[in-house]
Nanobody
């Protein structure tokens, strides 16, 4: 089971980035997926989650209206489109999978519910 995140980089405030997370080795289409982030000296925090079908999403209040999570099950990939970036969005971004989710499972913001994690990709937003 592997998750490979990519797409991070340096961007100016107000700019955009698109993160990708490619999965291999497990049944991606049956997993709820999410993005978390961790800034230096801070705890890991929930950013966004998407259901197995892609039909339901959930966002942290801090990114609502600026970030969009999506997935392509045929490509075993999820995305995080980040617009109107702010310096406070600077963090390492991690993708995660909840392979134990069933069809009626809610989208979790608690990282302990996610059993598969990518290695992280750094996003730096300059002011």
């Amino acid at each position: 089971v592997q998750l490979q995140a990519s797409g991070g980089g340096l961007v100016q405030a107000g700019g955009s980035l698109r993160l990708s997370c490619a999965a291999s080795g497990y049944t991606f289409s049956r997993s709820n997926m999410a993005w978390f982030r961790q800034a230096p000296g801070k705890e890991r925090e929930f950013v966004a989650a998407v259901s197995r079908s892609g039909g339901t999403t959930r966002y942290a209040d801090s990114v609502k209206g600026r970030f969009t999570i999506s997935r392509e099950n045929a490509k075993k990939t999820i995305y995080l489109q980040m617009d109107s970036l702010k310096p406070e969005d600077t963090a390492v971004y991690y993708c995660a999978g909840d392979s134990r989710a069933i069809l009626t499972s809610p989208l979790r913001s608690d990282p302990t519910f996610y059993d598969y994690w990518g290695q992280g990709t750094l996003v730096t937003v300059s002011s």
